[in-house]
Nanobody, 125 residues
Framework: EVRLVESGGGSVQAGGSTRLSCAVS????????MDWFRQAPGKEREGVASIYTGRTTRYYYGDSVKGRFTISQDNAKNIVYLQMNSLQPEDTAMYYCAAAVAVIDPLAIPGYNDWGQGTQVTVSS
């Protein structure tokens, strides 16, 4: 069983940066997709960034975060990061780390069976 624990959330001023971490345990070679989702109050959970590690490494980003957020994975430490720059109040949400073996859409929820408990990011203007 894959266990995911997020950290690094908090309060940030608009225009600032922060980095989220997702510590992964129980990771197996069959886990190919690691993703960051977020959910703001009253809104649906949306995919923010995904990393596929197979024969090649591929990155996927939601339109609202392209050019501002970067997902990366430290295989030695089993940590997935989400570097968030140029933060805006609309980035305020609970951020979740998720893992999947196979998905059709890397930024969609179906296929992600393992989830962390989430970490809150609040961006103030």
């Amino acid at each position: 069983e894959v266990r995911l624990v997020e950290s690094g959330g908090g309060s940030v001023q608009a225009g600032g940066s922060t980095r989220l971490s997702c510590a992964v345990s129980g990771y197996t070679s069959s886990t190919k997709y690691m993703d960051w989702f977020r959910q703001a109050p009253g809104k649906e959970r949306e995919g923010v960034a995904s990393i596929y590690t197979g024969r090649t490494t591929r990155y996927y980003y939601g339109d609202s975060v392209k050019g501002r957020f970067t997902i990366s994975q430290d295989n030695a430490k089993n940590i997935v990061y989400l570097q968030m720059n140029s933060l805006q109040p609309e980035d305020t949400a609970m951020y979740y780390c998720a893992a999947a073996v196979a998905v059709i859409d890397p930024l969609a929820i179906p296929g992600y069976n393992d989830w962390g408990q989430g970490t809150q990011v609040t961006v103030s203007s």
